[in-house]
């Protein structure tokens, strides 16, 4: 089992920065990739960017250029550093943690874990 848990968001002007932080617990050693999604209201939750454990990174076309994820293994913390925020950033943002684990027979299988997630709203 892994254990996710998120911080940093709030209130910011557009133009302004956040960072968010997403502290791993648990089974942390099983993580792959990590990385952040967000949910617009109304809208479906969308990748935003993601970390593999070797440290390659993949962005959504809307922040590259604005947006950084990093990991820091030996605090089992992954972040994002927002720049440049604008209105459309204004989301709920979860954690998520792509983990292969063992089962109970002994076989190997990838789990999904998500975080309870962090708002950012970015007012105009």
């Known amino acids: 089992q892994v254990q996710l848990v998120e911080s940093g968001g709030g209130l910011v002007q557009a133009g302004g920065s956040l960072r968010l932080s997403c502290a791993a617990s648990g089974s942390t050693s099983s993580i792959k990739d990590i990385g952040w999604y967000r949910q617009a209201p109304g809208k479906q939750r969308e990748s935003v960017a993601i970390?593999?454990?070797?440290?390659?990174?993949n962005y959504a076309d809307s922040v590259k250029g604005r947006f950084t994820i990093s990991r820091d293994n030996g605090k089992n913390t992954v972040y994002l550093q927002m720049q440049r925020l604008k209105p459309d950033d204004t989301a709920v943002y979860y954690c998520?943690?792509?983990?292969?684990?063992?089962?109970?027979?002994?076989?190997?299988?990838?789990?999904?874990?998500w975080g309870k997630g962090t708002l950012v709203t970015v007012s105009s």
């Open positions: 998520n943690a792509y983990a292969v684990v063992l089962t109970p027979t002994g076989g190997l299988e990838g789990m999904h874990y």
């Open positions: 970390i593999s454990s070797g440290g390659i990174t």
